[in-house]
T-cell receptor
């Protein structure tokens, strides 16, 4: 099965700055989702973008999707120390089982 | 409170022993999933179940077994055949027809 790649693996920024994370995948998708994981915890769903969408916003989050390049980006604006976490993209190929294939994640550290 | 619970939070076992990880959800979700996460990596799918009394192997099912006798419960057994079982195990569920997966808090298994 496909395995997404995320870039960068780690990102450290100052509070108030914007953070951009990128995700690439290998096969066609039905949708792409972003999840957040605080250290040692479960994942929390952030946002979903469908294959026929190019951009989506939710609060301070902006997601883009380029299916021709098989890539997506997650932008967090005006970051806060509480945004410190790992961020994962996950692709859904639309199969009956609705399996998600996760990327390797970006560890974001927001310094106060 | 609605959600997914996993127990125990930490689990230690000796080599050669089987161990069962619990996952319970009261969200009335049809589908449930088990993932394994190794340090600094993304999630890999072990098993999933779309309905009661039915389950399918994921990408890394060898050395694991599951059951789905009740809609709300999806226990995972890590058998002695699993060569490298030390990892963080995450359970998730999804509503039929939905896209988002809801995750439990995870169980950290350490083999001594």
């Amino acid at each position: 099965s496909q395995q997404g790649e995320e870039d960068p693996q780690a990102l450290s920024i100052q509070e108030g700055e914007n953070a951009t994370m990128n995700c690439s995948y290998k096969t066609s998708i039905n949708n792409l989702q972003w999840y957040r994981q605080n250290s040692g915890r479960g994942l929390v769903h952030l946002i979903l973008i469908r294959s026929n969408e190019r951009e989506k916003h939710s609060g301070r989050l902006r997601v883009t999707l380029d299916t021709s390049k098989k890539s997506s980006s997650l932008l967090i604006t005006a970051s806060r120390a509480a945004d410190t976490a790992s961020y994962f993209c996950a692709t859904d190929d639309g199969g009956s089982a609705r399996q998600l294939t996760f990327g390797s994640g970006t560890q974001l550290t927001v310094l106060p | 409170d609605g959600g997914i619970t996993q127990s125990p939070k930490y689990l230690f076992r000796k080599e050669g022993q089987n161990v069962t990880l619990s996952c319970e959800q009261n969200l009335n979700h049809d589908a449930m999933y088990w993932y394994r996460q190794d340090p600094g990596q993304g999630l890999r799918l072990i098993y999933y179940s779309q309905i009661v009394n039915d389950f399918q192997k994921g990408d890394i099912a060898e050395g694991y077994s599951v059951s789905r006798e009740k809609k709300e419960s999806f226990p995972l057994t890590v058998t002695s055949a699993q060569k490298n079982p030390t990892a963080f195990y995450l359970c998730a569920s999804r509503q039929g027809g939905g896209n988002e997966q809801f995750f439990g808090p995870g169980t950290r298994l350490t083999v001594l």
